[in-house]
């Protein structure tokens, strides 16, 4: 027994090494895609305080999350009190639960089949696959390395409680972790799924019914904790902020299964030969219902189930693999609309079901004893280290192409030329770096490609219009803008018009896309105090002092507001207020120019009051 132990901490040690060496050249990358908003720019992530906003209707504003992941952005709040906004510690973070899933998928394994080789080698085949790199390089990704982490905990928690004497601690350590999970990304629900083939799986059709008879209600409690998730998602946390509900990729469910059938089949290409990897791949809302993807696909999921049903019983382990494989993937396929189509971080959790069938099926129990089962096994695990190793040898490669945003950019553009997202992500990357106006008309060329091949694209839009402003074409900006509001009208679409219609003198006009935003987005302070911006330009000082006086109650910092009052004050005659005002941001912000200048208005009001006394 404790010769067993020893030999586990072996694997476990290999398997940490392996994830830090492999991942080694992916600690030095900058952020990167969606890792520029929800961290790099988040300053709110700086105060610890701000934790309690996770369980109110805050946390929208405080995480810059489009859905409810609170654990998530836990994790992210923990990082920057760590090491501060460091790409380094958000990455060592990712990769060190990267590595955390694989030790739970051997142990899990291990505890399913007591195959020791077979279940080091697949959770060591996990941890080097390529296709994971997207979900371990992109620091804001955290949520399904994450939510990998609490569903595989949960799991290995279930096994203890099924073995355990008196297991009601690890049922409860179970359910717990299966909400945190699912707090983390809603896609771990399917772990009462999960749960169900373990024991289909690994136990004869006589005792798979028994254990449903004993075990069902703790599979009613996960189902109670399924429903708790599901009413604090999707009622209570529904996130009504981005102005616009998610869509299905193909416009309804008819034209999107075509489109999420193909791809399955990419996802399934691209796990057996992991070539053309990136942050963008293409596809067609052309493909018909009854085309070759569809059919396809449907042939290979058939195959995938039979072929399951069939093996089950000479390798529990790889049937289990695919259809967990299968299991995992649904969340993803858009059955109930999300607004994207695939991305490889999409399959993380799903591709440990793959993992698991490949080195089972190439790691088969042997029929022979003695010498010669032992050699056969030993050239079984060289040939799968060697298989591993050369995956590895594409993780690590993969992981230089997320070293900055740009290139990550522009290498999908390589592999998807006819990539809407891919022109639009690239041409924003390249605006927020450049002044350039060569580079800002590549930028414009990329944004009217993207704008072309997908008219619907509201990002594309939304930044084309902010391309076109900072060249000094306000009109062509305009129409950019308002075509992007009627394709998706959501809050930044709104923000941007407001911007646009105060600079070229149309405040009026900007007022009634800012009062939208504050219905569904209240607390958006940038928001706010735009909008007490263009009162002051209609006329309207009192009503832009309430917007003040809001955006300094939730940010009591905000200097432009704080201004913004004395120069109010000032106007008003109040040249009292005006001056405490005023003086308060100068003690704290001592070569702040606009309250220098009307602080020496205020003194110049106070002398003039004096002298009339």
Known sequence: MKTD??????????LILAGLLFYANSLGNNFVYDDLVIIRDNQRLDDLRNLKSLFTRDYFDVSGERSYRPAATAL????????????LVFHATSVAIHILNGIFIFLILLSLTGRRPMSALAALFFLLHPIQTEAVNGASFIEDPLSALFF???????????????????????????????????????????????????????????????????LAGYAAVACFYAVVRFILFANKQAGAAPEY????????????????????????????LSVEHCFFSSVEYSGIY??????????????????????????????FFLLNLAPVSNILPFGALMAERYVYLASIGLCVFTVALLMPRSGKGGAEGRRQEKWN????VCFTLIYGMFTVQRNFAWRDDLYIWRSALKVCPASSRAHTNYARRLLELTNDPAEIREAISHLEAAAQQDPDHYEALLALGTAYWRIGRPRLSESAYLEAYRVHPTNDVRYNIA?????????????????????????????????????????????????????????PGHVEARGNLGVIALE??????????????????????????????????????????
Not at 539 to 548: I, M, T, W
Request: contains cysteine; charged residues 20%.
């Open 76 to 87: 992210a709040f923990l990082d920057v009190a760590a090491g501060g906004r460091k790409p």
């Open 381 to 384: 695990v060289i040939f799968v």
């Open 5 to 14: 132990r020893y030999k586990n901490t072996y694997v476990m040690l290999l």
């Open 294 to 323: 569809a059919v396809a696909a449907a042939v290979v999921i058939a195959a995938i189930i039979i072929f399951s049903v069939l093996i089950r019983r000479k390798d529990a382990a790889a049937s289990f693999g695919a259809l």
């Open 152 to 218: 595989l905990a949960a799991l290995a928690a279930y096994l203890k409680y099924r073995a355990a004497r008196r297991p009601g601690a690890f049922y409860a350590l179970s359910a717990a972790l299966y909400l945190l999970a699912m707090l983390a990304k809603e896609g771990a629900a399917m772990l009462p799924f999960a749960i169900i083939l373990v024991e289909w799986s690994f136990r004869g059709e006589s005792r798979f019914a028994a254990a449903l008879k004993t075990r069902w209600k703790a």
């Open 572 to 613: 008003s005659g109040d040249w009292r207020a005006a001056e405490s005002c005023l003086r308060g941001i100068l003690r704290k912000h001592p070569d702040n120019k606009y309250a220098l200048e009307n602080l020496k208005k205020a003194v110049e009001m106070k002398k003039q009051a004096g002298k009339m006394r």
């Open 249 to 276: 990729p193909g416009g309804d469910l008819i034209h999107t299964i075509p489109m999420a059938a193909a791809a399955f089949l990419k996802y399934t290409s691209m796990f057996f030969y992991p070539q053309g």
């Open 499 to 555: 911007l646009l219609y105060n600079q070229i003198g149309a405040p009026r006009k900007a007022l009634g896309y800012l009062k939208e935003i504050v219905v569904t987005q209240p607390k958006w302070i940038a928001a706010r105090y735009l909008l007490g911006n263009t009162y002051l330009k209609t006329g309207e000082p009192d009503k832009a002092r309430v917007e003040y006086l809001y955006v300094l109650s939730i940010e």
